[in-house]
C-alpha cells in the first residue's frame, strides 16, 4: 500500500498534513470534487463513511448536506487535523475498515484510492479487492458510493471498476471533462449495493 514506496502515513507527517490543510487552493479543489461527489450520490439523509478523508474537507460538506459522517485514514497527522474540527474519524486502513456490516448508507471516497498499491500485480489486485469488499460488507443493502481518485493509467482506472463488481456492486462511471483544477478530468466510480 504504497506509491513510488513512500507509505501515506509517512508522507503525510507533521509538516505535509499542515501543508496540505493550509495550502492555497486545495480547500476549494476538494469542495468542487466532493459537491459534484455528493450530487452523484443521490442521497438526501444518512450516515455516510468519507474514505480517506484527510483533514476533513470533504467531512465538512457532507455535514453541511445535514449528513452524518465519520471518517478514516490511514496517516496520524491528517487524522489530527480532521479530528480537531470536532468530526469523528478513525485512525486506519480502507483494506479493513473498523466498521460493523451494514453500518452506512453510503460512502465518499475523494483523490485517495490511487495510494492502494502492492509489490506486483497480484498484490495490487489483492489489496484492490480487499478495499472494495470492506467498502460493500460496511455498505447497507442499497448503500450506494462514489470514488473519485487518480489512476495513472486507463488500466488502474478499470481494475478497480472490475474488483468492485467483484465485490458485488453494480457500477456506473462517469468523467467531468475540463475541470478548472489543474490535474483536468476528474473519473467517478458510482457504486450500488
Ligand atoms: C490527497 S489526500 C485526500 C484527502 C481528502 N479525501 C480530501 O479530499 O481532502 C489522500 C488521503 O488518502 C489517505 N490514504 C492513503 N492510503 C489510505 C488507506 N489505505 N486507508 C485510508 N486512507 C488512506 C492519505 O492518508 C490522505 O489523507
Redesign the pocket.
Known sequence: ?DVLGID??KY?GKEEALK?EKGSG?KKV?FE??SRAIELLGLKTGKVL??????G??LEILKENRFEVSG????EE?VKIAKSKGFEVKL????DLDYSDEYFEGLI????MQ??NGNNVDEVIENYKKVASEMFRVLKNTGRGVIQFYPQSKGEFELWVKCFKFAGFKVETTVDEGASHQKGNKKFILLEK
Open positions: 500500500m501515506a502515513n503525510y496540505y486545495m476538494q470534487i466532493t468519507d474514505v480517506g478523508c484527510g483533514t474537507f470533504s478514516v485514514d490511514v496517516a491528517m486506519g486502513s480502507m483494506l471516497s475523494i483523490s485517495a495510494w492502494i
